[in-house]
T-cell receptor, first 109, second 116 residues
Framework: GENVEQHPSTLSVQEGDSAVIKCTYS??????FPWYKQELGKRPQLIID?????GEKKDQRIAVTLNKTAKHFSLHITETQPEDSAVYFC????????FGAGTRLTVKP | NAGVTQTPKFQVLKTGQSMTLQCAQD?????MSWYRQDPGMGLRLIHY???????DQGEVPNGYNVSRSTTEDFPLRLLSAAPSQTSVYFC???????????????FGPGTRLTVT
């Protein structure tokens, strides 16, 4: 089955810096790659997603890149703000969704 | 729309007790799933359903049962609670056009379960 690895597990940046979180997946049939943000005590919420026929997608300060050959995808957050502090999960799916273990991002003011 | 709702929000059980976690959605989504979330392990799929009357196992199905008699409801039953089932449980739903296709999953608020 699908296996998703996510790195790093924790990430601390200064406000205004960029943050990058990386994920690899094992099943080459996976065709959908979402990223979720989870604030403390809340439910996960989708922040951006990408499909296997697209290499890059951007939404304001957030971008995701996908390398199908290498089977890895990354989340890029630019101009980080304290409210970006949360746990971020990547996932890979072809029907059933498999999540990474999460990255705790802390943005220091 | 209420989206995805879950009850209860919190629950404490003794080892060996059984209970049902409720999940409902009002978005007419075909695909529904149950996850458990443990520290450092992300979200692990317990069971899922691609439509009324159809369910299947995920990564960690042991000790749990599900049924899907309607499109709206997808209850999760713990047969005989164990301390290892202490976790936060999330129900999710999404639009689905087929088993090989995926779309955004909408999560419920979660149920925090403690088994003593």
């Amino acid at each position: 089955g699908e296996n998703v690895e996510q790195h790093p597990s924790t990430l601390s940046v200064q406000e205004g810096d960029s943050a990058v979180i990386k994920c690899t997946y094992s099943d080459s049939a996976s065709n959908y790659f979402p990223w979720y943000k989870q604030e403390l005590g809340k439910r996960p919420q989708l922040i951006i997603d990408i499909r296997s026929n697209v290499g890059e997608k951007k939404d304001q300060r957030i971008a995701v890149t996908l390398n199908k050959t290498a089977k890895h995808f990354s989340l890029h957050i630019t101009e980080t703000q304290p409210e970006d502090s949360a746990v971020y999960f990547c996932a890979a799916s072809m029907g059933r969704m498999r999540f990474g273990a999460g990255t705790r991002l802390t943005v220091k003011p | 729309n209420a989206g995805v709702t879950q009850t209860p929000k919190f629950q404490v059980l003794k080892t060996g007790q059984s209970m049902t976690l409720q999940c409902a959605q009002d978005m007419n989504h075909e695909y529904m799933s149950w996850y458990r979330q443990d520290p450092g392990m992300g979200l692990r799929l317990i069971h899922y359903s691609v439509g009324a009357g159809i369910t299947d196992q995920g990564e960690v199905p042991n000790g749990y049962n599900v049924s899907r008699s309607t499109t709206e409801d997808f209850p999760l039953r713990l047969l005989s609670a164990a301390p290892s089932q202490t976790s936060v449980y999330f129900c999710a739903s999404s639009y689905s056009s087929g088993l090989a296709d995926s779309y955004e999953q909408y999560f419920g608020p979660g149920t925090r379960l403690t088994v003593t």
